[in-house]
């Protein structure tokens, strides 16, 4: 598998041979979406709680009399049928949102999705991603130069000065190759990969 190299003004910096099994495998969009599903439940946060009828504020006393008024029977005002009464299924702050994926599947999903990038030219490798100085301008002028106008740079350490330049420009995002995931893969317009990156990319996913 041959994947496209650019240079920082933009020019084309040839091809580099990457492994098949990586960047050449087919699209599996059940498996990239079961990947994706289980991403982001696993980052939610259970920060919601609801109150079942014995939780909320009411009284126990008897709305009204069992028969005679022609209306239906009611113990008590924290029935989960009346307005301001109890949940019947609350959510709970210790709620486990949680999915297991193997690591096979993760790796495949991860790879099905890097050669998706590839297939449909939207996946980029540079010899190396760095600024002199730690500047949101000197950035935003490389990224623009590189013929991006909206990139995910995957490197293999994120260093001060790209972290402080990139933390304030919303179409570049920079992060270090174990950080790379589905999601911020699937939502990328454009992926620049450096040659360190890759290789260690290649090395993850064997």
Same mark, same amino acid.
């Given at each position: 598998?041959?994947?496209?190299?650019?240079?920082?003004?933009?020019?084309?910096? #040839?091809? !580099?041979?990457?492994?098949? =099994? !990586?960047?050449?495998? *087919?699209?599996?969009?059940?498996?990239?979406?079961? @990947?994706?599903? =289980?991403?982001?439940?696993?980052? %939610? @946060? &259970?920060?919601?709680?609801?109150?079942? %009828?014995?939780?909320?504020?009411?009284?126990?006393?008897?709305?009204?009399?069992?028969?005679?008024?022609?209306?239906?029977?009611?113990?008590?005002?924290?029935?989960? @049928?009346?307005?301001?009464?109890?949940?019947?299924?609350?959510?709970?702050?210790?709620?486990?949102?949680?999915?297991?994926?193997?690591?096979?599947?993760?790796?495949?999903?991860?790879?099905?999705?890097?050669?998706?990038? =590839?297939? *449909?030219?939207?996946?980029?490798?540079?010899?190396?991603? %760095?600024?002199?100085?730690?500047?949101?301008?000197?950035? &935003?002028? $490389?990224?623009?130069?590189? #013929?991006?106008?909206?990139?995910?740079?995957?490197?293999?350490?994120?260093?001060?000065?790209?972290?402080?330049?990139? %933390?304030?420009?919303?179409?570049?995002?920079? !992060? &270090?190759?174990?950080?790379?995931?589905?999601?911020?893969?699937?939502?990328?317009?454009?992926?620049?990969?450096?040659? &360190?990156?890759?290789? $260690?990319?290649? *090395?993850?996913?064997?």
């Amino acid at each position: 598998m041959e994947l496209k190299m650019v240079g920082t003004g933009g020019n084309s910096g #040839g091809t !580099i041979s990457a492994q098949d =099994a !990586i960047f050449g495998r *087919e699209f599996n969009e059940a498996l990239v979406h079961q @990947l994706v599903v =289980a991403y982001q439940a696993n980052a %939610r @946060l &259970a920060t919601r709680a609801q109150k079942d %009828r014995g939780a909320v504020n009411h009284s126990t006393k008897k709305p009204w009399r069992q028969k005679g008024t022609g209306r239906a029977r009611a113990g008590m005002t924290s029935s989960p @049928l009346w307005r301001g009464g109890g949940k019947i299924f609350p959510n709970s702050p210790d709620e486990n949102f949680t999915q297991k994926v193997n690591r096979r599947m993760y790796r495949a999903g991860l790879c099905a999705i890097l050669s998706q990038l =590839a297939r *449909e030219d939207r996946l980029r490798v540079v010899d190396e991603f %760095r600024l002199e100085q730690p500047k949101t301008k000197l950035l &935003a002028k $490389k990224v623009k130069d590189m #013929g991006f106008d909206e990139v995910l740079v995957i490197t293999d350490e994120v260093d001060e000065k790209l972290h402080l330049s990139s %933390r304030n420009l919303a179409n570049v995002a920079v !992060i &270090a190759v174990r950080h790379a995931n589905p999601v911020a893969l699937v939502r990328s317009k454009n992926v620049l990969l450096t040659k &360190a990156a890759m290789a $260690k990319l290649e *090395e993850m996913l064997k």
